[in-house]
């Protein structure tokens, strides 16, 4: 089955299917910077949040990378 980041998921289906949600809590997030390793599918290996969310800015699609 194949599974999506926040981003990804947006990108192709319009809505966020939360497939890596809760793949770590958000307390651990919050308080242990805890992030999930995942494979996604539109981006590949990353590190997602407590929501799903791709944090990796080297992904495939550089979820992760703030732009200044
Ligand atoms: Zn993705
Ligand atoms: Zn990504």
């Given amino acids: 089955m194949?599974?999506?980041?926040k981003q990804?998921?947006?990108?192709?289906f319009d809505q966020d299917h939360?497939?890596?949600a809760g793949i770590v809590t958000e307390k651990e997030y919050k308080e242990?910077?805890?992030?999930?390793l995942v494979l996604c599918e539109g981006c590949g290996n990353t590190?997602?949040?407590h929501e799903g969310t791709c944090?990796?800015?080297?992904?495939l699609k550089h979820h992760g990378r703030v732009d200044e």
């Fill in 55 to 59: 944090l990796d800015p080297n992904c």
């Fill in 32 to 36: 242990q910077k805890l992030a999930g």
């Fill in 2 to 5: 194949a599974e999506f980041c």
């Fill in 47 to 49: 590190f997602v949040d």
């Fill in 18 to 20: 939360g497939d890596f």
């Fill in 8 to 12: 990804c998921s947006i990108d192709i």
